[in-house]
């Protein structure tokens, strides 16, 4: 019986875009080259458009997509989620349902496996076009089986075509959204050992005699996405010689789902184990075998293309999983300044502009763009991870991104002046932020990082010899604790030798973005809550164990909204508020019913570090702190979960809030210590935004303002009457002296700094002291 919505590989040819798109037609022209091509089928655009015309869905699209500002994230990111909702509630048509499963069932016959394991891949008709690649705009679900799941990952396909990153990037491009229509492709499911990507033209140095082969372990979305270094190899294809390796340390693979559907991430060690971390993931043969392939996909394209590839652990064979022509390459190798500013973490990134005004566009960024904007803020930090480069309009080399950037290892370039006006939304451009320059581009093969920078200078990396230099020198003891602060906890082991006290502040944002991924909702809903648990217990004593028995405080998740919805299922549980920074976060999240389930896992991973790994020197401390009754009360579902307030379980909280201000001493007789939040304080005191630039460059956003100072004298006074710590965590006592001055003269017990500006903050603080000492004395 002939098919209407459905078009096996064997039958699609190069001139099928229309209606089976850039992957469908690929996939086709592969399998009829003759090359290893898992064996699959295509469900045709026609079905999608049928299927929008039989839901009636096509006005609605239409009607939300008219008028809308893409530049506008919360806006964009509204209207997508309304056209999803409306996409994957939508009825589809009986007769196009009927051909999928018939298909399947035919599928399964010719492999002789019942109810197969597939890959569910969209492929955009504009996708994948020699001018213009839409790869990764529509998403891919892998490891997929039987009749209904397959239905129902096929409308998710349909559905994310009109994903916001999709939207905006047909919006940029100027493709119109309703010449655009979307076929799936379903293939059987590699069971991938290693995989990777190869270009047949090498894409640092543009050279059409060279390609590039990229390996890992596990499924290649590890490597696509940028979650691993993969090993890297460099090829003369004239001579089939590897002219340059590179074995990376591969720590984590992505595989099938263990008695479930879809993916996960898994610690390389556990599954392969410690051996293949840093050991090579492809044998010589194996990389000839590439190689080989590689000339011949080439060949056959006329063209030099980017594939990928997967190697089947049951077969023992390599299948090409997708080919499209290399659409950045230039033909010359010239370097074209854009503009130039002050080096602030070395190293070269190489990626898309993305224009960022305000912390409302963060959600614009994906992996691998170059983030511009006048100036970053933490909350910037997410975003800032997924990027390959980092360049401002402001700043010095003590400022925000520099700092950031440097704890991250992200190139960046700080001080541009013109930056955010010379580089263009989408530009594609080489940031070489070991001399302070962004190159139009992708241009420069990239040089060893400086392994002897030390923190004055805008290095990243802290040097045996540096670290030797600072007993040598012998820090100056302090009165007042210098402490650190510290995102990310694999940086620990860079960081734990310089002369601070503790750890003032340990972002848990970065265990969330980093190691678990998902919401804590979406966990607990999945059945998934034992892997935040152990995850975020991991990144807490990672650190703890290596500063003990120095104090580590860490503080409990402070995501807003926009930042919660980034994580996995967070779109379906967060509301989309006007101004996060001062919604629903820290303290009024926790005890709300929408999320207290998830602030108990919190807890629970907080407990096991203390209680199961015997690491008593963690601190809790509490963000957003508003009220004292909500502060009671979180204090309740703390102890319910074992976490009770006592001499050998310290509960401190961010006095950032101005109601924390005016009840300094009531707060101060419910908990063991502040920290000062400067930065929001500073905004809320201020009434200015930190996000703006107008009303930074004005003077408002700066605490040395006097009301604000005022305000950090109550709560010393306040902590130092009632006999608790008083910190404070941010850069301003590094930034100004006389700021430090201030908060030393007032009493405050210890600062917590970046890691680049502990040793100057450690002396500055001591100077002040001394000057203190010296002023009693003459006074007497």
Same mark, same amino acid.
């Given at each position: ?95 196009? *349902?009927? *051909? ?42 892998? @490891? ?18 009109? &994903? ?12 119109? @959204? ?39 372990? !596990? ?38 789902? *263990?008695?479930?559907?879809? &993916? ?51 077969? +023992? ?106 580089? +263009?939304? $989408? ?62 906890? $694999? ?27 998902? @919401? ?6 999945? @059945? ?85 790994? !015997? ?50 001493? *009531? ?55 009632? $006999? ?57």
């Amino acid at each position: 019986m002939a098919y209407n919505y459905i078009l096996w590989f064997e039958e699609i040819g190069k001139n099928d875009i229309p209606r089976v798109g850039g992957k469908g037609a690929n996939l086709g022209e592969l399998t009829a080259f003759g090359l290893p091509v898992p064996p699959g089928f295509c469900v045709t655009a026609g079905a999608y458009d049928e299927f929008i015309d039989y839901s009636e869905l096509d006005e609605i699209v239409k009607m939300l997509v008219n008028g809308l500002d893409v530049d506008n994230a919360d806006e964009l990111q509204s209207v997508s989620q309304d056209i999803r909702d409306k996409i994957n509630s939508s009825p589809i048509k009986p007769e196009i *349902e009927a *051909e999928i499963i018939r298909a399947y069932r035919e599928f399964a016959d010719s492999i002789g496996v019942d109810n197969p394991e597939v890959a569910v891949r969209s492929s955009a008709t504009a996708e994948d076009l020699p001018d213009a690649s839409f790869a990764g705009q529509q998403d891919t679900y892998l @490891h997929i089986r039987g009749e209904e799941e397959l239905i129902k990952h096929i409308r998710s396909c349909w559905a994310s075509l009109w &994903t916001s990153r999709a939207i905006y990037y047909r919006e940029k491009q100027d493709f119109d @959204h309703f010449d655009v229509s979307l076929s799936v492709v379903v293939q059987k499911m590699v069971n991938s050992e290693k995989s990777g990507v190869m270009f047949t033209a090498n894409p640092i140095n543009n050279s059409e005699d060279e390609m590039m082969i990229n390996a890992s372990w !596990g499924l290649g979305e590890a490597v696509v996405s940028g979650m691993v270094t993969p090993d890297e190899y460099v090829i003369d294809k004239k001579t089939k010689a590897v002219i340059e390796k590179n074995l990376a340390s591969k720590k984590t693979m992505v595989v099938k789902v *263990e008695g479930g559907v879809g &993916t996960e991430e898994k610690s390389v060690a556990e599954v392969l184990g410690p051996d293949a971390v840093d050991g090579e993931c492809l044998s010589a043969d194996e990389l000839n075998t590439l190689i080989e392939r590689g000339l011949k996909v080439e060949s056959l394209y006329g063209s030099v293309q980017d594939t990928e590839w997967g190697f089947d652990r049951d077969t +023992k064979e390599f299948y090409f999983l997708q080919s499209r022509p290399i659409t950045t390459l230039e033909k010359k190798d010239v370097l074209k300044p854009l503009c130039k500013g002050l080096p602030a973490s070395p190293g070269i990134g190489r990626g898309t502009v993305k224009l960022i005004k305000d912390v409302s566009e963060i959600n614009l960024i994906q992996e691998g763009d170059i983030l511009v904007t006048e100036m970053t803020n933490p909350d910037m930090v997410p975003a800032m991870r997924k990027a390959a480069g980092v360049v401002t309009d402001e700043g010095g080399r003590t400022c925000h991104a520099a700092i950031v950037s440097r704890e991250l290892q992200i190139p960046c370039i700080v001080g541009g002046k013109n930056a955010t006006k010379v580089l +263009k939304d $989408g530009m594609e451009v080489t940031v070489d932020a070991t001399r302070g320059v962004v190159y139009e581009g992708f241009v420069l093969k990239e040089e060893d990082k400086p392994k002897d920078t030390s923190p004055a200078q805008g290095g990243a990396v802290m040097s045996g010899a540096w670290v030797e230099s600072f007993k040598s020198n012998l820090a100056p003891i302090t009165a007042t604790k210098i402490y650190m602060n510290l995102g990310e906890p $694999g940086l620990i082991e860079k960081y734990k030798n310089l002369p601070f006290d503790g750890i003032g502040l340990m972002r848990t944002e970065f265990i969330f973005t980093n190691m678990i991924g998902a @919401h804590p909702m979406y966990l607990l809903k999945t @059945h998934q809550e034992d892997l935040m648990i152990d995850k975020l217990a991991e990144g807490i004593s990672k650190v703890a164990s290596a500063i003990y028995p120095r104090n580590l405080v860490v503080r409990m998740s402070d995501f807003r909204t926009n930042e919660f919805r980034g994580l996995k299922g967070g779109d379906e549980v967060e509301p989309i508020e006007a101004n996060p920074m001062i919604g629903w976060r820290g303290v009024s999240r926790y005890i709300s019913p929408e999320y207290e389930a998830g602030f108990r896992l919190e807890c629970k991973a907080m407990r096991r570090v203390r209680e199961e790994f !015997g690491l008593t020197n963690v601190i809790a401390m509490l963000p957003f702190v508003r009220t004292t009754d909500e502060l009671v009360t979180v204090k309740g579902i703390m102890a319910e979960e074992g976490l009770k307030q006592s001499k050998n379980f310290k509960i401190w909280i961010m006095a950032e809030v101005p109601a924390v201000v005016f009840q300094a001493e *009531e707060f101060a007789e419910l908990v063991d210590g502040f920290s000062i939040g400067s930065n929001d304080l500073t905004q809320l005191v201020m009434g200015a935004d930190r996000d703006s630039g107008v009303l930074n460059n004005m003077g408002y956003f700066d605490e040395r303002n006097e009301a604000v100072k005022r305000a950090l004298k109550i709560i010393i006074d306040a902590a130092n009457k009632k $006999g608790i710590t008083c910190s404070i965590c941010g850069q301003g006592p590094s930034q100004y002296p006389e700021l430090a001055e201030f908060l030393v003269e007032c009493g405050v017990t210890s600062m917590s700094v970046n890691p680049d500006t502990v040793e100057y903050t450690r002396r500055l603080v001591a100077s002040v002291e001394q000057k203190m000492i010296l002023k009693k004395l003459r006074n007497l």
